[in-house]
């Protein structure tokens, strides 16, 4: 069965300096991973995502994560935090079928608080 | 372009009430989903379904049902409020199990 695990549930950064919001997974198949962010009283939107291809994904906003297979990790980054980045990020795995179907059902981590400070 | 849309947006139910939280969606997606978040634990999959007429429970249907006699809608009922369902409900939405999902703004339910 497929598992999330986010190291730290808070994370603290300075403006401009670098994000890193570590995620690593458990998957019995090849996994499809996701990003979200969750800002205050919102719902979650989408980061970037890995299926197949480029290990190295980009999303929005200047954050881009990597797919390593022999590390089962997915970490994210971005360069130069900003202050509108401080929010809520959750690592999800999708609960993929046995013969390479995606059910679709996402296993979330537990999130990461990001807070960036001026 | 509405999205994923979640009514009410807040509620406070006293133990042994009904409810039903509103989702509904207008991208013509096939799956939908439902949530719930806790502080600390992410999110856990009370429901889901795959198309009109298709539902199948998550990691926690306990004390929650759903139906889909539309594409569009995706209702959630609790039949006996009970504290330990305080928590922030998440209807979620996608067209195709490989698509990201997209959520709607949430519902804040309270039971005292």
């Known amino acids: 069965a497929q598992s999330v695990t986010q190291l730290g549930s808070h994370v603290s950064v300075s403006e401009g300096a670098l994000v890193l919001l570590r995620c690593n997974y458990s998957s019995s198949v090849p996994p499809y991973l996701f990003w979200y962010v969750q800002y205050p009283n919102q719902g979650l939107q989408l980061l970037l995502k890995?299926?197949?291809?480029?290990?190295l994904v980009k999303g929005i906003n200047g954050f881009e994560a990597e797919f390593k297979k022999s590390e089962t990790s997915f970490h994210l980054t971005k360069p130069s935090a900003h202050m509108s980045d401080a929010a809520e990020y959750f690592c999800?795995?999708?609960?993929?079928?046995?013969?390479?179907?995606?059910?679709?059902?996402?296993?979330f981590g537990k999130g990461t608080k990001l807070s960036v400070k001026p | 372009n509405a999205g994923v849309t979640q009514t009410p947006k807040f509620r406070i139910l006293k133990i042994g009430q009904s409810m039903t939280l509103q989702c509904t969606q207008d991208m013509n997606h096939n799956y939908m989903y439902w949530y719930r978040q806790d502080p600390g634990m992410g999110l856990k999959l009370i429901y889901y379904s795959v198309g009109a007429g298709i539902t199948d429970k998550g990691e926690v249907p306990n004390g929650y049902n759903v139906s889909r006699s539309t594409t569009e809608d995706f209702p959630l009922r609790l039949e006996l409020a009970a504290p330990s369902q305080t928590s922030v409900y998440f209807c979620a939405s996608n067209g195709d199990s490989n698509q990201p999902q997209h959520f709607g703004d949430g519902t804040r339910l309270s039971i005292l």
């Open positions: 999800a795995v999708s609960d993929r079928g046995m013969y390479g179907g995606s059910q679709g059902n996402l296993i």
């Open positions: 890995y299926t197949t291809g480029a290990t």
